[in-house]
């Protein structure tokens, strides 16, 4: 018996987590979003969670420094998924991968054109897979944060953003053009530890199944 160890990231993912780890019965005797913790243990002692950066969960996951881990779509699409089993979609962290412009931009016209246009993103990955199968030919350029910024600026003609509300695209007097793809979390599995300790950790899956609202 070597214990479950779960990657999670604060904030959305945590909290809409939380019910899942619930009903597996694994409840964390800290709060992440109070404690300066980055190891938490729960009711179980046979599980602990780890508190990593949303990006960095498919990592810990597929080196193995933790069995399971939920991450978005996004981050696991960037990250490639290598040594990751995927068993489910759980449903939360929902929103949408969207291009979006300034107001004035003509987009439509701009991939007409057939010139270059010009994509700032934190997923570039993704960004550029949605604009090869356009046949739109794009000059990446990787971002870290407040992509918004970058047609307001003249670095990009466009932005490839998660969107959720709108409020952050409206506030810059952005808009959202073109959705890229549905996103939300899944939850991931060691590939190597699902093999040899499918029996700590297949309860925990189905546990977590079980609890998904029915679709
Ligand atoms: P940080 O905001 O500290 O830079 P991050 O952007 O990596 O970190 P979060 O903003 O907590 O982390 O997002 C974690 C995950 O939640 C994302 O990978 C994505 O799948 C999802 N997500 C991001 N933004 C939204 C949103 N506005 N609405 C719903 N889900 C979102
Ligand atoms: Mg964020």
Redesign the pocket.
């Known amino acids: 018996m070597t214990g479950i160890t779960l990657a999670l ?5 945590f909290e809409e987590t939380m019910p899942l780890l619930e009903a597996a019965g694994i409840r964390p005797l800290e709060d992440p979003e109070s404690s300066r913790k980055l190891i938490i243990p729960t009711e179980r002692a046979d599980v602990r969670v780890l508190i990593v ?3 960095d969960v498919p990592t810990y996951v597929q080196h193995g420094a933790a069995d399971l881990g939920v ?5 696991l699409l960037e990250h490639g998924g290598d040594g990751l089993v995927q068993p489910l979609d759980l449903q939360i ?3 949408r991968m969207m291009v979006a412009c300034a107001e004035g931009f003509d987009y439509a016209s701009a991939v007409r054109s057939g010139a270059r246009l010009r994509v700032a993103t ?1 997923y570039v990955s993704i960004a550029r897979e949605h604009f090869a199968a356009k046949g739109v030919h794009v000059d990446l350029i990787k971002l ?2 407040s992509m918004e910024l970058a047609p307001l600026v003249g670095l990009a003609d466009v932005i490839v953003d ?4 709108g409020g952050t695209l409206k506030a810059n007097k952005l808009v959202a053009v073109e959705e890229v793809m549905p ?3 899944r939850l991931v599995v060691n590939r190597a530890a699902l093999k040899l300790r499918r029996a700590e950790i297949d309860p925990i899956i189905q546990c977590f199944a079980g609890a998904l609202a029915p679709a």
């Open positions: 990231s604060k904030g959305r993912i950066r949303a990006t991450a978005g779509r996004d981050v962290a929902r929103c934190k870290y944060g998660l969107v959720s509300t996103i939300s979390s």
